[in-house]
């Protein structure tokens, strides 16, 4: 889910960090080192979740809202009632350059495939971005191609 009640719930801070935290889900600190469940991707499917993850973290940290959204499933797209576009716009906007230049250095650490068929992503982050240094991404296929599901698929 998208919106600005996520973004202040994952991390406190700047008005920049916390607009992050709902712009890309990064921040999220849920105290603990759970790993993801699942079998480790195969070449195939670790190429495509990195593609989609690359392009989420690239098109965050440009400010491009339509690229950024291009990246989530149709549900994910919809999830809190409000268009994509305009909450990222908004956010975005709000978020300084040098905090966005950060989430754009995100890096694809490690993905899992769960029985289900959806793969959760792993990604290194500054920690000025997210405390715990990472940040987790849930994907499904979609298409033909792996979208973000959830893009905040913290672990309890």
Do not use: F
């Amino acid at each position: 889910m998208i919106g600005h009640g996520r973004g202040a719930r994952l991390l406190a801070g700047t008005a920049a960090v916390a607009a992050c935290a709902a712009i890309a889900g990064c921040g999220g600190d849920d105290g603990g080192d759970d790993e993801p469940s699942g079998r480790a991707a195969n070449a195939s499917e670790r190429q495509g979740v990195e593609q989609t993850v690359n392009a989420w973290y690239d098109a965050l940290g440009r400010g491009d809202a339509q690229g950024a959204c291009d990246q989530l499933t149709p549900e994910a797209q919809k999830a809190g009632g409000a268009s994509c576009i305009d909450t990222l716009n908004g956010l975005l906007k709000a978020t300084p350059a040098a905090s966005r230049q950060l989430i754009a250095q995100s890096k694809l650490s490690d993905v899992k495939v769960a029985d289900d068929g959806k793969a959760t992503a792993v990604v290194s982050q500054d920690k000025k971005v997210a405390p715990s240094g990472e940040d987790r991404l849930e994907l499904s296929q979609s298409g033909g191609r792996w979208l973000i599901s959830n893009p905040s698929a913290r672990t309890s």
